[in-house]
């Protein structure tokens, strides 16, 4: 079993209040939330945002694990993912990740189908199977 963990800290009101949050390795150690960066594009982080990021790094592991069980190796792994929060219902209604890859010497049919395999497989996606996950993937 792996465990990993995260941590934040809130004071004050939904609106009004603060909060800041830290990652057990300290590559964030502090980081500024609230309202206005969550729902109003200020500055600082949102669960979103990391959860998005999380996703995508996940993603681009898993992709990469499941090209070399097909006997690819990628020279290249970029990917994005955008997570949607829909305020009014209170859930994450849909992730969107883009991948755009470079794998020496596989063809379109053959990394499309290891990417959608990706898509529903990675640890991250599977958390998020109450949302919509949709995809882009590239070859380029």
């Not at 070399?68 to 209170?90: P, W």
């Not at 990675?122 to 199977?129: D, G, M």
């Amino acid at each position: 079993m792996i465990k990993k963990s995260g941590s934040a800290k809130w004071s004050g009101g939904l609106r009004d209040g603060v909060g800041h949050v830290s990652t057990e390795t300290g590559v964030l150690s502090d980081a500024a939330y609230g309202f206005a960066t969550r729902f109003e594009g200020a500055r600082g982080t949102n669960p979103e945002e990391l959860i998005g990021a999380a996703h995508a790094a996940c993603f681009s592991m898993a992709l990469a694990g499941g090209l070399g069980r097909a006997g690819f190796t990628a020279t290249s792994i970029d990917a994005k993912s955008t997570v949607t929060l829909d305020a009014d219902k209170g859930e994450i209604t849909q992730v969107h990740v883009e991948v755009m890859a470079s794998v020496p010497g596989i063809d379109e049919a053959m990394f499309q189908e290891v990417a959608e395999a990706t898509k529903q497989g990675c640890p991250v996606s599977k958390v998020l199977a109450g949302a919509e996950i949709t995809m882009s993937a590239r070859l380029g």
